[in-house]
């Protein structure tokens, strides 16, 4: 399961999903939003993305996880839109029938989620917002 | 050709628009379609910004041709996760 929502993430669901008679282990991980970054006190963030791109990136993520290690099932989805700092914006869940494969594709998963899946994160802090890693120095205007 | 040219998070705001068709030669390469676009949306210049160029929904380099139709996104640096 690849995709993208609006919706808040239900960690259940996705424990559920990946359950497998063969595991013997099921890892999740779940992306909160924090209150603070690079000094700034963060009041809210706001995801965006190319969803159809996004789902079809995760799900090559998910693929490239099973060549490489021996995993059951995987499970990754992104929250879009405003999210209220301390929720979930992604949860990552692994089953593999030994640990150690969960636990790697899982950490292998949200590293490359952050360089290749077209999602962009807004943070609004006190005083300003800002496209994170697009800074350009004018996209810190006073709101 | 027409280009369908999909904009997203800074790029979307700095366009204003968020979805355009673009007219350009047959034969243009992304590399060649994004400097046009710069001439008609001058504020999409966003300096030091390192882009992505995907077509169809996959990632290509800038010296890519493009087809009748072709959807292109210019992909700022991601941050999702």
Redesign the interface.
Same mark, same amino acid.
Request: proline fraction near 15%; hydrophobic fraction near 45%; charge should be positive.
């Given at each position: 399961m690849f995709r993208v929502t609006h919706q808040t993430i239900d960690l259940s669901e996705l424990v559920r999903y990946v359950t497998d008679a063969e595991a013997g282990a099921i890892v999740p991980f779940i992306g909160t939003t924090r209150n603070h970054n690079e000094g700034r006190r963060v009041i809210a963030l706001d995801y965006e993305a190319y969803p159809e791109m996004a789902e079809k990136e995760l799900a090559r993520i998910g693929a490239e996880a099973q060549q490489k290690w021996p995993i059951c099932k995987m499970a990754i989805v992104h929250r879009l839109g405003p999210v209220q700092i301390g929720e979930a914006s992604v949860i990552i869940v692994v089953s593999s029938a030994h640990r150690d494969a969960a636990f790697a594709a899982s950490r292998f998963a949200i590293e490359e989620i952050k360089k290749t899946v077209p999602i962009w994160k807004k943070e609004v802090f006190e005083g300003g917002e800002v496209w994170i890693g697009s800074q350009s120095g004018e996209e810190f205007k006073g709101k | 050709m027409k280009i369908k040219v999909?904009f997203? =998070?800074?790029l979307?705001e700095r366009a204003g628009a968020s979805e355009i068709l673009k007219e350009i030669p047959d034969g243009s390469t992304v590399g060649d379609l994004w400097r046009e676009l710069q001439k008609d949306y001058a504020k999409l210049n &966003?300096? !030091?910004?390192r882009l992505l160029y =995907?077509v169809n929904?996959n990632?290509v380099g800038g010296d890519h041709r493009l087809s009748d139709r072709d959807e292109v &996104?210019f992909?700022?640096?991601?941050? !999702? !996760?």
């Open positions: - | 999909k997203f =998070a800074i979307r &966003v300096p !030091g910004i =995907a929904q990632y &996104v992909i700022p640096p991601v941050s !999702g !996760g």
